[in-house]
């Protein structure tokens, strides 16, 4: 039974151009939660997604940041022109269909870094 | 404004003694407590949980005591082992919509349990 898989695991971005970073959400699970966590912080809330539906984008920055679940294919958080201050821990967790917080299921991570 | 602290970064304990990891909140929204733990390079792991009605939860080794009235918790760990040694996150949710889904994370404590 796969986990929580994202990817790329590291990725290198120069400033100004775009990332885009994947998660495919356990087997059964049909909602997708993504985090971002800053050198010596805690992970922060971006955005709840089910599937083709965004439900809560309220700790996503307001520009330059998009995140999407279609209903094939895995879920995507793509953030244009990136700056240095992008370059973090991008985590994806993933529930069954209750969302309750303690069924959030995370991903390893994918590391962005922006030169 | 930090809502979920953890002030202690790092902790060191002997294998066998207790490790004790500390965590206060602000919000009194917060229904639902975490704690997670995070091997580098890797996602954060759920741990254990409490509600606020509740003021402990025991699940093995793993204990989580709840004082609502001073808005702090904290996971007790008896016996330490050496494979514990991770980054602790505490994390709090209130509800929204019916569902306890948006996790505030703390920033993490390191703790390291000695042979």
């Known amino acids: 039974n796969a986990g929580v898989m994202q990817n790329p695991r590291h990725l290198v971005r120069r400033r100004g151009q775009e990332a885009r970073l994947r998660c495919s959400p356990m087997?059964?699970?049909?909602?997708v939660y993504w985090y971002r966590q800053l050198p010596e912080e805690g992970l922060k809330f971006m955005v709840y997604?089910?599937?083709?539906?965004?439900?809560?984008e309220s700790g996503m920055p307001k520009e330059r940041f998009s995140a999407e679940f279609p209903k094939e294919g895995p879920s995507i958080l793509r953030i244009q022109q990136v700056v240095r201050g992008d370059s973090a821990a991008y985590f994806c967790?993933?529930?069954?269909?209750?969302?309750?917080?303690?069924?959030?299921?995370f991903g390893p991570g994918t590391r962005l870094t922006v030169t | 404004d930090q809502q979920v602290k953890q002030n202690s970064p790092s902790l060191s304990v002997q294998e066998g003694r207790i490790s004790i990891l500390n965590c206060d909140y602000t919000?009194?929204?917060?229904?639902?407590f975490l704690w997670y733990k995070k091997y580098p390079a890797e996602g954060p792991t759920f741990l254990i949980s409490?509600?606020?009605?509740?003021d402990k939860n025991e699940d093995g080794r793993f204990t989580v005591f709840l004082n609502k009235s001073a808005k702090h918790l904290s996971l007790h760990i008896v016996p330490s082992q050496p494979g514990d040694s991770a980054v602790y996150f505490c994390?709090?949710?209130?509800?929204?919509?019916?569902?306890?889904?948006?996790?505030?994370f703390g920033k993490g404590t390191l703790l390291t349990v000695n042979p």
């Open positions: 967790a993933s529930s069954p269909p209750s969302g309750t917080a303690y069924e959030q299921y």
């Open positions: 087997k059964g699970h049909s909602h």
């Open positions: 997604l089910q599937k083709e539906n965004i439900i809560d």
């Open positions: 919000n009194s929204m917060f229904d639902y």
């Open positions: 409490i509600s606020s009605i509740k």
């Open positions: 994390a709090a949710s209130a509800k929204s919509g019916g569902s306890n889904y948006k996790l505030t």
